[in-house]
């Protein structure tokens, strides 16, 4: 992990309020691995909190980090404003990332994002498909109407969007369509890997449970400190004994074990 200010590489509004922003950062790039985050800092001193954003892409190559965030408050809001060549204060890689190697023994590989859930997804794809290149990967996408992403996957993996009013060709939830896959889908080993809204994971681990799929959630959480010193980021969780701990969503997380998140 470090902090530096680095250089902005490219900016590009994806949709509306939605954008890539790829900087320049080698040695994060080399340690990135999917699911983790960084913590951007706003310039202004009024806005000291940082803001989480989780890794769309690394490329070790050209040395750039790629990130996806929304516009949802006045930090987002000046980061979107950031040109090509601007600097940005950048904490990270932080959390502990998707365990890959848990797919190893298994057939097919299931990721399932929603909302800003997805652009980890990517990632993630991209370095199990790198691992695995035999195994069948099926990401599961949510929208709300019309796809902003998902050619992007077809090189490392089968995309099967679903939206709230069918314009991507699927209504219903990512949820609905992984139901529709199962029906017709024999039986065989299967991991699953989500982010995204509380309800969609809330809907997903009943389901998973169900079906014998293990299950790894990456939360998304209102964050203080973003390394792990201010515990303002807490996630409930089933301890072995059956008792509740409390863990740092920035710094023992993002990436828990489904079985084990307690949604309330
Ligand atoms: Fe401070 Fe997670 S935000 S411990």
Redesign the pocket.
Known sequence: MMTDRFPIVSQTELAPGIFQMVLQTPQMAQEARPGQLVDLYCAEKDKLLPR?ISLFDADPEEGTLSLIYAVVGKGTEEFSTYDEGDTVRVTGPLGTGFPLDRAADMNEIFLVGGGLGIPPMFFLAKCLHALYPEKPIKVFLGFRSEPWIGDIFTPYAEVLPSSDDGACGFKGTALDRMTAYLNEAGACARILYACGPIPMMRAIQPFAEEKGIETWFSLE?R???????????PAKLKAADGTTVLK????DGPVFPGKDVIFS
């Open positions: 989480p959480e964050m203080g400190c973003g390394f792990g010193a201010c515990y303002g980021c740092r969503v920035c710094k």
